[in-house]
Structures are given as C-alpha cells and as structure tokens.
C-alpha cells in the first residue's frame, strides 16, 4: 500500500516536473510579457516534441522585449502648410494647378438602362 502510494507520488511529481519543462517557453515569455506570447505558445506545444520547436521557442521568449509606452513615430507628419487644410474640407487650391475633376450628375432611376436588358 504504501510503495504503491510512493510511486503514485514519483509519477505525478515526475509528469509535472516533464511538463513544466515542456511548457518552459510559454512560462518564460509569459512572465517576462513578451509581446507574441500566442506564437511561442503555439510554436513549443505543437514542435515542443522536436527539440528544435522547442528551441525556438524558448529563444523567442528570451527575445528582448520593447519598453512600455507609445509606440515609436516611423513616418514624419506633414508640414502645417500642407494643403489639405484639414478633415471635412477639401484641399486649397495652388496656383498653376488643374480644376478638380467634376463628374457628371447621375441619371435618376427611370432613366437608368432602359431598353439595354440589364
């Protein structure tokens, strides 16, 4: 009764032990708030089992993680004397630029392809 008690023990401390060390990626980048944690979870459950998935997603979970905060600017606004001056108003005119283009009113409904079967 009791070695078998023991052994119950060993098994279930040894399959927790196994599968803390599988899961070892997902804990790491959890923890350390990797920005992909869904990637390395599904990279090391899926190929966890070929040592390399396993690798790779423990190396993406010790991938540096960017400082809190806004997000870095990647492109320059315009100047303020653009010529769209703003939402909701269309764009100035320059000198030396063409006329806008005008489109032609649409045909109301009774006009609409009479006669082409459409």
């Given at each position: 009764m009791i070695?078998?008690?023991?052994?119950?023990v060993v098994v279930t401390g040894l399959t927790g032990m196994s599968l803390a060390v599988?899961?070892?990626?997902?804990?790491?980048?959890?923890s350390r708030?990797?920005?992909d944690i869904g990637a390395i979870a599904v990279i090391d459950i899926l190929l966890g089992w070929t040592l390399l998935g396993w690798v790779l997603a423990l190396a993406m979970a010790f991938r540096s993680v960017p400082p809190p905060g806004p997000p870095p600017r990647h492109?320059?606004?315009p100047p303020a004397d653009a010529s769209w001056s703003g939402p909701g108003r269309p764009p100035t005119s320059r000198p030396g630029s063409p006329p806008p283009l005008v489109l032609p009113p649409r045909p109301s409904a009774d006009q609409e392809d009479v006669g082409h079967g459409w």
């Amino acid at each position: 009764m009791i070695s078998s008690l023991v052994s119950l023990v060993v098994v279930t401390g040894l399959t927790g032990m196994s599968l803390a060390v599988y899961l070892l990626p997902v804990l790491v980048g959890w923890s350390r708030g990797a920005p992909d944690i869904g990637a390395i979870a599904v990279i090391d459950i899926l190929l966890g089992w070929t040592l390399l998935g396993w690798v790779l997603a423990l190396a993406m979970a010790f991938r540096s993680v960017p400082p809190p905060g806004p997000p870095p600017r990647h492109r320059p606004l315009p100047p303020a004397d653009a010529s769209w001056s703003g939402p909701g108003r269309p764009p100035t005119s320059r000198p030396g630029s063409p006329p806008p283009l005008v489109l032609p009113p649409r045909p109301s409904a009774d006009q609409e392809d009479v006669g082409h079967g459409w």
